[in-house]
């Protein structure tokens, strides 16, 4: 993987772009208007210091060649919706996590999140060469941990108080992945006619 490189995913729903400092104003909409998005997060980007911060830490983890963060563009709205990232990934390994995922209201529950992970799961599987692709998600977060079961995800166990919250509380994260094998034996087709009947 080139760090430098300007990968672009895109299919006719879609298009994921490398986010950029540029792309600021694009997302501040969400940060001012729709702040319980990162209700979740372990890094929010809640107000215009909260986005410049998430941006800022995106681009830090580019730089050390551990994260590829992306800018989310639904071509049905004709709109930046939202972001997400590979990151913690390590090339010799061969795995990666996909994560940091969010899109407005605007693109939730659109089928935008199913063209994103299939246009990411295709590229890390078969371009990058990944073996493993992880997930996850806070335990409490039920929709997210939906989201990522109806797309493949086997759930492998919950890290148990393992990273602070905003308010300072301790949250159980829950482990899912998907395998290369799992993606070429019946992950890929399934989600493939998953976002062409959506």
């Known amino acids: 993987m080139n760090f430098e490189e300007n990968y672009i995913l895109e299919n006719n729903r879609v298009r994921l772009s490398p986010l950029g400092i ?14 319980d998005l990162w209700k979740y997060s372990l890094v929010q980007a809640i107000g215009e210091d909260g986005l410049r911060h998430y941006i800022e830490l ?41 994560g940091y995922t969010w899109y407005g209201k605007i693109a939730q529950g659109t089928g935008v999140n199913k063209n994103c992970k299939f246009l990411l799961l295709e590229f890390a599987f078969e371009t990058l060469g990944m073996e493993r692709v992880e997930f996850r ?42 395998l290369k094998q799992e993606w070429e034996d019946h992950v890929k087709s399934m989600l493939y006619q998953k976002i062409n009947n959506i």
């Not at 694009?26 to 702040?35: Q, V, W």
């Not at 108080?161 to 482990?175: A, L, M, V, Y």
Request: glycine fraction near 6%; include cysteine; proline fraction near 3%.
């Open 137 to 178: 998600a806070d335990l409490e977060n039920k929709r997210s941990i939906a989201a990522m079961q109806s797309i493949g995800c086997q759930i492998e166990g919950v890290l148990r108080s393992n990273n602070f919250k905003q308010d300072g509380s301790r949250r159980d994260s829950i482990i899912l992945s998907i």
């Open 22 to 35: 540029s792309d600021f104003a694009n997302l501040l909409p969400y940060s001012t208007l729709e702040p």
């Open 58 to 98: 995106a681009l830090a983890g580019k730089h050390a060649e551990k994260e590829y963060p992306f800018i989310v563009w639904d071509k049905t709205h004709q709109k930046y919706v939202g972001s997400t990232r590979f990151y913690d990934i390590q090339l010799k390994q061969k795995t990666l996590q996909l």
